[in-house]
């Protein structure tokens, strides 16, 4: 979103987190706003019996955008997946180069409606549809978006980005491409038990939805229209 005039603009610092480090706390207030330059975070909100994960992020897109709001808090904790770089923008910066820059203030309001209907549509997905429906629509999510993203060539805005989960994306002749998720990771992301999940893949499996081999799990990108509407796609 913030271009590299941006990010100068606004005194934008590079920090660099270790897998595993909380970049925040959800409740915490929120001052900085973060636009990921390498690796992957997740955006999750911690239960008594497992963490759920609102989404993944990746190199070029944002965290944080409540921190325009007023006496903004945090809404969910921020953790580094993998070694992480991410550029961190004071809100009294971004506040200023969104009023110097009307297009890029378009652009954010454009981004936080997109987030609006991603979380909404999530929301009722997993109020609403079956769990073989919620898997198979998270997994098609995630798994146009990232193979979108490695096709483009970069995995990002520019060649220094990457994304390990774009990069573990493998192909079968006969058009499945691997699911980089785990059965747990699956599980925290739609709020089932791990237990759900197993047995719906397997469910799925059988019913030629998905693929299981050699313990990898695999999804045929051109699926028939699964029930309700599609998920709207994040850039």
């Known amino acids: 979103m913030l271009s590299a005039a941006h990010l100068t603009a606004a005194r934008a610092r590079l920090r660099r987190y270790p897998a595993k480090h909380t970049i925040y706390w959800e409740g915490e207030p929120s001052s900085f706003f973060y636009q990921l330059q390498d690796g992957a975070v997740r955006l999750y909100s911690c239960g008594q019996r497992q963490d759920f994960v609102h989404s993944l992020v990746f190199p070029g897109e944002t965290f944080g955008e409540t921190v325009i709001g007023t006496n903004p808090v ?3 904790s921020a953790e580094a997946l993998t070694d992480t770089a991410v550029w961190v923008v004071e809100r009294a910066e971004l506040l200023e180069v969104l009023r110097q820059h009307p297009d890029l203030h378009a652009q954010f309001t454009r981004r936080l409606v997109d987030l ?6 999530m929301r009722s997905n997993t109020t609403l ?3 073989a429906e919620q898997i198979l629509q998270l997994v098609s999510y995630y798994a146009h978006k990232m193979l979108t993203r490695r096709n483009a060539g970069n995995c990002g805005t520019t060649s220094a980005q990457h994304c390990c989960f774009c990069e573990r994306l493998l192909e079968q002749a006969d058009g499945y491409i691997s699911v980089p998720f785990t059965r747990q990771q699956i599980a925290d992301m739609l709020g089932l038990r791990v ?4 047995r719906t893949v397997k469910e799925l ?10 313990h990898k799990l695999y999804y045929r990108t051109a699926q028939p ?9 994040l850039s």
Do not use: K, Q, Y
């Open 195 to 198: 237990e759900t999940v197993m």
């Open 74 to 76: 945090a809404p969910s």
């Open 129 to 131: 549809l079956p769990a």
């Open 205 to 214: 499996d059988a019913a030629g939805r998905l693929r299981l081999h050699e």
């Open 225 to 233: 229209a699964l029930a309700g509407s599609a998920i709207p796609i």
């Open 116 to 121: 609006l209907c991603f979380h909404t549509h």
